[in-house]
């Protein structure tokens, strides 16, 4: 469980001679020559005392999303809803408790926790990448692309993670050829993220491209033996591209771009081990402008 009681005050970046004005500058002054992984300041009778830095409620949530891997779902849900509580101005208490709940597949948990974020900070960027997501996999295929419009108007651009999301709603609309710059960029913005890639070569299978869901498709099951064997355990024994490819995004449920890589299988969160096949823009793929 995730400590949030608040240290006593001496303990914080605070004391004799702290300037809040210059913090990395007086608290440098305040350690003396200590640096040790045990930092200590002299408190005003001249006793050491330990130095905690604040605790940040968003550091404690991205362990919880990797403990995923390892612990029961609805115990870390549980302690999701517990920061959540704790700290109920902090709108990445709600992202990062929504981006739980699209990799579980509980998209209209996902989506009233985007919601809600934005009701609290109308332009933090990922609370517009979330909401867009929710609604695509909730169906609202047209609200999701709204979302990024949206989102993009309000906040000054596209998030990172914007791209693969908004790219996979054009795809299910029917509009491939329309969805490859996105996914394209999604790529090559994160191409570390499994998601992006399965995205990029099924639009390209639709618009009649193979190569890119061989190579794909190839690199999973020489890389990802575990979700091979959960893919075909699906699908049943296929060499079928496109059954292969719309297997594996239904096995990550809402998972598209994190980089704590997950899928769902036999009710249990997994893992999945993944290098991307290139580093840089993914082969095959024309530029934007070309890309019809």
């Not at 651009?157 to 996914?183: I, N, Q, T």
């Amino acid at each position: 469980a995730v400590d949030a009681t608040p240290l006593p005050a001496a303990t914080y970046w605070s004391g004799p001679g702290f300037d809040a004005h210059d913090p990395a500058l007086a608290l440098a002054g305040l350690l003396g020559a200590n640096r040790s992984r045990w930092p200590t300041v002299r408190d005003a009778t001249g006793r050491l005392v330990r130095v905690r830095a604040p605790f940040v409620p968003l550091h404690a949530m991205r362990p919880l999303q990797a403990s995923l891997y390892v612990r029961d779902v609805d115990a870390v849900r549980a302690e999701v809803a517990d920061l959540r509580a704790r700290f109920p101005d902090d709108p990445t208490m709600m992202t990062y408790g929504a981006e739980i709940d699209l990799w579980l597949g509980r998209y209209a948990e996902g989506l009233a926790a985007a919601e809600e974020a934005l009701r609290r900070c109308h332009t933090q960027k990922w609370a517009w990448v979330g909401l867009g997501a929710s609604r695509m996999f909730c169906g609202d295929l047209e609200g999701a692309l709204a979302a990024y419009a949206e989102g993009a108007d309000v906040t000054g651009g596209d998030g990172p993670s914007a791209y693969v999301y908004r790219g996979e709603a054009l795809w299910r609309l029917g509009r491939a050829r329309e969805a490859l710059p996105d996914l394209s960029e999604a790529c090559r913005r994160k191409p570390t993220r499994v998601g992006g890639w399965v995205l990029w070569a099924r639009a390209h299978l639709d618009v009649g491209r193979t190569d890119p869901s061989a190579k794909v498709l190839g690199h999973l099951r020489a890389t990802c033996p575990g979700l091979w064997v959960d893919l075909l355990a699906l699908t049943g024994p296929t060499q079928d591209p496109g059954t292969l490819l719309d297997g594996v995004l239904s096995l990550m449920r809402g998972n598209r771009s994190s980089a704590l890589p997950t899928y769902v299988a036999d009710g249990t969160v997994r893992g999945i081990t993944w290098t991307p096949p290139v580093r840089r823009s993914p082969p095959g793929s024309p530029p934007p402008a070309t890309a019809a």
